[in-house]
């Protein structure tokens, strides 16, 4: 299990994280919150937040914008 | 161009950021440091850093570990 992320500095706590989007018809839709992890997995992906909730799609990664705290998943069921 | 991604709080700025490494033999090797956008572009990445420093490679998103600040990059030039 991950540590948080926490940036530690005098009397002040700040946590660093993304979001994991699906692509859906050109539309971003939330898929998992507070991302840490996207691992190949089986074919598809597993993505664990940082409070260890977890969720397996078949997709791949299409692209990150950390700035934007967004990694887009582009699903591939077929 | 993207903004700095910064946190304020009072007196304290700070920064979110990841590295991209690639994925050679098994190691990890940095390729692009501070790290904002990964975007598919022409069969490949674009990588493009916080300070706008851009680099392409023939590859794909293998794996994130946010909390680790890493972005892993598999090559793919066959």
Do not use: W
């Amino acid at each position: 299990m991950h540590q948080l992320q926490i940036l530690k500095f005098p009397g002040r706590l700040v946590m660093c994280e993304a979001n994991a989007y699906l692509l859906k018809d050109g539309k971003e839709e939330l898929f998992l919150e507070d991302l840490d992890t996207v691992e190949p997995d089986n074919g598809g992906l597993r993505l664990t937040s940082i409070f260890g909730e977890q969720k397996f799609i078949k997709g791949k990664i299409s692209s990150l914008s950390l700035v934007d705290h967004k990694v887009i998943i582009e699903q591939t069921d077929e």
